[in-house]
Nanobody, 126 residues
Framework: QVQLVESGGGLVQAGDSLRLSCIISGRTLDNSAMAWFRQAPGKEREFVAA????????YYADSMEDRLTLSRDNDKNTLYLQMDNLRPEDTAVYYC???????????????????WGQGTEVTVTS
């Protein structure tokens, strides 16, 4: 089993930055996929960023790529999402997700991921 626990969300103003954390416990595999998704009120859950654990390759949503930095600390088993220059439209619940392997054709799909955290809420005011 794999457990994911997110933290770091909060209420911020437009232009501020936040760093979200996802502590991962349980079994992990070298080629596993780890990702962040978000879900705004009344909208579908959407891809934000993903990391292929084995190679360390990082992938971002096109619309947010210039404002995101995805990183990991293997010693702490933690995945981080740094978000800069936040906008009101970034308001959402942010979820950490993981799967046993990374599929380059499906990593942007929620259905690709087996394990999910409970989410951390980000609210950006104008």
């Amino acid at each position: 089993q794999v457990q994911l626990v997110e933290s770091g969300g909060g209420l911020v103003q437009a232009g501020d930055s936040l760093r979200l954390s996802c502590i991962i416990s349980g079994r992990t595999l070298d080629n596993s996929a780890m990702a962040w998704f978000r879900q705004a009120p009344g909208k579908e859950r959407e891809f934000v960023a993903a990391l292929k654990r084995g190679s360390g390759s990082v992938y971002y949503a096109d619309s947010m790529e210039d404002r995101l930095t995805l990183s990991r600390d293997n010693d702490k088993n933690t995945l981080y999402l740094q978000m800069d220059n936040l906008r009101p439209e970034d308001t959402a619940v942010y979820y950490c997700a993981a799967h046993w392997h990374f599929n380059k054709d499906y990593y942007r799909e929620t259905s690709h991921y087996t394990y999910w955290g409970q989410g951390t809420e980000v609210t950006v005011t104008s």
